[in-house]
């Protein structure tokens, strides 16, 4: 299993400051991503992890329904997942990977778009009272993309905007 990073997830992590700042002064709104797939001898490949973008430490709501992803043909018998990694609560305790939670074998044969959030519902959330997922991190959080089953030819595209606010 290979992880790779969106250009936009990579200055996320490279200067978390700097990101956080942005973000909570924006106070959220849209979080752009693009990865296009490495050249043909490298491919994304079946179980291979995708990182969209790294939400700031803090209270972060993500809206998964008000996000977007769009994608170029993944090839035969494709689907692709979208969650979360693991990450440090502000309780210092450590909050299981769901790496589906927000979409879960999405058909990626040919080319489509959607919005994230086909797997979460009003039931998912802790209260009930809203499509949101609030995460409360200390060190920030990974929003993952996994590729099932095949792999992402070269030059294929992933794209779009996670919708995020912040307390």
């Given at each position: ?86 990450y440090l609560g502000y309780d210092g305790v450590a909050v299981a990977e769901d790496d589906n939670l927000f979409d879960d074998a999405v058909d990626a044969n040919a080319a489509g ?55």
């Amino acid at each position: 299993m290979a992880i790779h990073y969106t250009t936009e997830a990579l200055q996320d992590i490279g200067a978390p400051q700097l990101a956080s700042m942005l973000v909570k002064n924006l106070k959220g709104g849209k979080l752009p991503f693009n990865f296009t797939v490495p050249a043909a001898t490298v491919k994304v490949k079946g179980t291979d992890t995708l990182i969209l973008r790294r939400l700031p430490a803090g209270n972060v709501y993500f809206f998964p329904k008000d996000s977007y992803i769009q994608w170029t043909a993944g090839g035969s018998s494709q689907t692709f997942d979208v969650g979360y990694e693991s990450y440090l609560g502000y309780d210092g305790v450590a909050v299981a990977e769901d790496d589906n939670l927000f979409d879960d074998a999405v058909d990626a044969n040919a080319a489509g778009e959607a919005l994230l959030g086909s797997d979460y519902g009003i039931a998912v959330t802790t209260t009930g009272t809203g499509m949101y997922k609030l995460f409360q991190s200390k060190g920030g959080v990974n929003i993952l993309w996994t590729c099932e089953v095949a792999a992402f030819p070269a030059a294929a595209t992933i794209k779009g905007y996670l919708q995020i606010d912040t307390i």
